[in-house]
């Protein structure tokens, strides 16, 4: 039988969780000679707003039971949403007991994911499982050649719109199913994910993941790749928490270099600036102040801060965002920003200013999902930390006081900085940073050759790094990526040990007489 273009509603069940917009689709839905049914509160919001309402134990005969768990579970309702009223025998059955078609269900689901991110107790997230919510919104999607579902408030000026121009068509009814999958899909995602995090199976079986689209992007890394954002649900403070103040739309590359630059600068408990292009940081500093921190980050590599993406660890004051604001920045990325500063960086109408509200624990577990042909693989966060105790010093020389902190300060660094990776530092900054080479030698040059360029652009003669220390991601395979090295002028370098040949690099740092620590932990970044 074929479909009329347009479904009047002549029943609808609204049973929400959030009330926002209820009153107004209900009225609505009244105007055009829709009968409701409805249920707790949802019920008592309609009839305070003078809406007429049956409620559904009235309606089916069967009362609310185990404390309200059982509802809507029963043949009354949802008969009357799956059965097809194209099919002679469904309609003869549903006469026969008694069932009546049910038009459009608006049913969202109890907050589960809201209840476990407040940090509520086992029991409480447990009875914000909605089973009634998740069977009702499948069935009108499975009919929805005969039903309207709705899953969020946002959908409603739609179905208003639909409804009073006579009705719902098929098209619509199509969208809102796939959209209703979308969200039980999403929730059990949670759940699911929820459980496991309970048994402690950080990878379980069966992965499941979900995402709430939070922007249509305009492209991807080119302009021929499509892209979105997407929000995960975890609330880790960055680019999905952030307020935007000011400054044009974020393109896939600002949002995947300011959470590179985030992630980096949340590393350090001092006052920190962070400065990435293409993911990579080109300049890192911590100071006593953010305006200090800046000068000491964009000392290492001004040609390449051009350009970037700018982060601190904490409040942007005038100060700091009226020297950020003398070279061309995509973004600045903050926990927040004082007035000040905000009125300077907006004297910059394409400068993204963008504020968190806090900072990411570096040290926090989580997950970080890549796909790859035929599927995707997942690995727990790099949230490992060294400290001066852990370390093991191989050299006859010992590091200085001064040496370990910056050579924490390197090593922390060269966790954010692609594979393979050598960063030089001096006085809590990085002086030549070497990132994603085929060759750790040729990252070590790589760094060098910044490092003189930096020097000559400040007057200075010789690179940056001499009296410097570095940090290498990984082990050295062989001793000459160390003797690069040794020949900037480093005088103590922080690497994770392990190789084959350690011998060889340990008795090449002695001959030299510089120190170097293992740190037995590896921060490849690819």
Not at 10 to 22: F, H, M
Not at 157 to 177: D, K, Y
């Amino acid at each position: 039988m074929s479909q009329p273009l347009l479904l009047p509603v002549r029943r609808a069940l609204l049973s929400v969780s959030d009330k926002t917009g209820l009153t107004e689709l209900g009225r609505v839905l009244i105007a055009q000679g829709a009968e409701i049914l409805s249920t707790g509160g949802s019920a008592k919001t309609l009839r305070d707003g003078g809406l007429p309402v049956t409620e559904v134990s009235d309606h089916t005969g069967f009362p609310e039971i185990l404390d309200g768990r059982v509802k809507t579970l029963v043949p009354q309702i949802h008969g009357g949403i799956l059965g097809r009223r194209d099919l002679p025998e469904h309609v003869e059955q549903m006469a026969a007991h008694g069932i009546v078609p049910i038009d459009l269900i608006a049913v969202n689901l109890y907050p589960f994911e809201a209840t476990v991110a407040s940090g509520a107790s086992d029991d409480n997230c447990i009875e914000n499982i909605d089973i009634g919510g998740p069977a009702l919104i499948r069935a009108a999607a499975k009919n929805h050649a005969h039903v309207a579902v709705l899953t969020d408030p946002s959908q409603y000026a739609m179905i208003i719109a639909a409804v009073s121009e006579g009705g719902t068509t098929l098209e619509t009814r199509r969208i809102l199913a796939g959209e209703a999958y979308a969200r039980t899909a999403a929730y059990d995602a949670a759940i699911a994910a929820w459980f496991a995090e309970k048994r402690g199976d950080i990878l379980p079986e069966r992965f499941t993941m979900a995402g709430q689209r939070h922007e249509v992007l305009r492209y991807g890394e080119n302009p021929l790749q499509k892209a979105a954002f997407y929000i995960d649900g975890s609330n880790r403070p960055g680019v999905a928490t952030a307020r935007q103040i000011q400054g044009k739309a974020l393109s896939y590359n600002n949002l995947n270099d300011t959470d590179a630059a985030f992630e980096a600068v949340a590393e350090f408990e001092a006052p920190a600036v962070v400065i990435v292009k293409h993911a990579n940081p080109c300049g890192v500093a911590t100071a006593a102040t953010y305006a200090h921190a800046w000068d000491h980050a964009l000392r290492c590599d001004p040609v390449s801060a051009f350009g970037g993406i700018v982060a601190l660890n904490g409040i942007l004051d005038e100060e700091t965002a009226a020297k950020i604001a003398t070279i061309f920045t995509e973004v600045i990325v903050a926990t927040d920003a004082t007035d000040a500063a905000k009125e300077i960086v907006a004297r910059k109408k394409n400068l993204r200013l963008l504020l968190t509200g806090g900072l990411p624990d570096p040290t926090a577990e989580g997950l970080i999902v890549r796909s790859v042909a035929g599927g995707f693989l997942a690995q727990t966060r790099d949230n490992g930390r060294v400290n001066a105790s852990t370390l093991k010093v191989v050299t006859r020389r010992v590091p200085t006081a001064d040496e370990m902190q910056d050579l924490l300060f390197a090593f922390r660094v060269a966790k954010h900085v692609k594979s393979n990776a050598i960063v030089y530092a001096k006085d809590g900054a990085t002086v030549g940073i070497g990132a994603g080479q085929m060759s750790r030698v040729d990252s070590a040059r790589i760094a060098v050759s910044k490092s003189k360029e930096a020097a000559r652009a400040l007057g200075l003669e010789g690179p940056l790094t001499k009296g410097s220390v570095a940090a290498s991601d990984a082990f050295f395979p062989f001793a000459d990526g160390l003797e690069t090295i040794i020949s900037a002028g480093t005088t103590a370098v922080i690497q994770p040990g392990g190789s084959i040949r350690d011998n060889e690099v340990i008795a090449a740092a002695d001959a030299a007489g510089i120190a170097m620590v293992f740190t037995g932990m590896r921060h490849f970044r690819h």
